[in-house]
């Protein structure tokens, strides 16, 4: 690594190094239905007024307001409109039109009465209005949105919320980015496949299982690699596999200072390394660089420091590159309900839980933080952003990044 590669410095300098890398993903056009959890790579707008006529809320009759004031009043019934009718319809003075919800407003009548409030006399074909008419039973043209109102933005992950807004303002077809492929790759002879059975000194391989699924997510598709033994060899095989299929190479383990730390080694000299190591805890020792042409995070090994410098780091990058698109980090305002460890040159990411209960938010300590506890994020609601300097004492105010 050369005397001018940045080393351990500040998470938002690491981050704009990172961006340098940003890749730009190709876009497709894909149907509605497979829009779940894709991004979109142009911003949508409505072909249509929601609703694109005046409709009722309700069932009930359709009549004019100012006839269904001072009740009981008795109008004559004079047809039946439901959802889809096609035909123009209209009320004179004295009529009430039967109206199912959903249904277009007939001409001349501007408010609704729900059919819990009438009395109706099919054999005379009338009804009785106990109560007033509500005008703001109607839903007006154009209420939720207009026809060529942008709603949706470049970027936007699409939840089944905002795949359903799409079918409303119309789209059928939408154009979204084709899924970036990062490569997972674990390192170390210790690790073994969950299910076999270990032998003394090993440990079950976890982390690209969690990296996956963080990977899916944002957004993306990950592409689980078997876990590479300490060999250089093997490594620089396994790399540049990697950089052939995906556009994207995670690594977890071996980026620290130990002699068996051979991501780090083999980055240094056939790599190109853009940083090492980042001022957080946990997860000071990851990399970021080049592994022919294609970027890539050297991660730590430790379970809840890979999850921790992903969130901070890998995940602002990926966004970045989908014109922020994925899921939006969360950040609240947490009082501090104990005191916290703190740092002075350190972003401190402590895993919390959040009492809501109270007028304040309060965080509290999940418990044993060691970052090989991977039980402790399981149990919290989010990270403390303890910037360095903090006192961390209790009752004091920082921001917390929601998990």
């Not at 946990?282 to 970027?295: E, R």
Request: proline letters at 6%; aromatic letters at 6%; a negative charge.
């Amino acid at each position: 690594m050369g005397s001018g590669t940045p080393y351990f410095i500040p998470l938002e300098e690491a981050i704009e190094i990172t961006l340098k890398r940003r890749l730009s993903p190709d876009s497709e056009v894909i149907s509605i239905d497979e829009a779940f959890h894709r991004i979109l790579s142009e911003s949508l707008s409505a072909r249509t007024n929601d609703p694109p006529f005046d409709n009722s809320a309700m069932d009930g009759f359709a009549v004019n307001y100012i006839e269904s004031k001072n009740p009981p009043n008795k109008f004559k019934i004079s047809n039946t409109i439901a959802a889809g009718n096609k035909f123009d319809n209209s009320i004179v003075s004295g009529e009430a039109a039967r109206i199912m919800t959903g249904a277009p407003i007939p001409e001349g009548a501007d408010s609704i009465i729900p059919i819990e409030a009438c009395e109706v006399d099919e054999e005379n074909e009338t009804v009785t209005l106990n109560h007033e008419s509500k005008p703001h039973f109607i839903r007006k043209k154009g209420e939720n949105f207009t026809e060529n109102e942008i709603l949706l933005k470049t970027g936007t992950l699409l939840t089944p919320e905002k795949t359903s807004l799409c079918a409303a303002m119309g789209h059928n077809k939408i154009k979204v980015f084709k899924p970036l492929k990062v490569a997972i790759i674990s390192t170390g002879d210790e690790l073994r496949l969950p299910g076999e059975v270990l032998q003394k000194g090993e440990i079950y391989e976890s982390n690209t299982f969690g990296l996956s699924g963080l990977v899916k997510w944002l957004g993306h598709e990950p592409v689980r690699f078997s876990s590479v033994v300490d060999n250089l060899d093997k490594l620089r095989e396994t790399l540049d596999v990697a950089a052939t299929k995906c556009d994207l190479i995670i690594t977890s383990g071996g980026v620290s200072m130990g002699d068996r730390d051979f991501v780090r080694k083999i980055m240094e000299d056939e790599g190109e390394i853009d940083f090492w190591r980042i001022k957080v805890r946990p997860g000071s020792p990851p990399l970021f660089g080049a592994w022919n042409d294609t970027p890539i995070f050297g991660l730590p090994g430790n379970p809840v420091s890979s999850h921790v410098v992903f969130r901070v780091l890998v995940a602002p990058y990926l966004r970045a590159s989908t014109s922020g698109g994925g899921l939006e980090e969360k950040r609240v305002r947490v009082q501090l309900a104990e005191p916290f460890k703190t740092s002075p040159t350190d972003l401190i990411l402590r895993r919390i839980v959040i009492d809501t209960s109270g007028e304040n938010l309060l965080a509290y300590s999940t418990g044993y933080q060691g970052s090989g506890n991977l039980n402790s994020l399981v149990l919290a609601d989010g990270l403390t952003l303890l910037e360095p300097g903090h006192s961390g004492e209790k009752d004091t105010w920082c921001d917390a990044l929601l998990l």
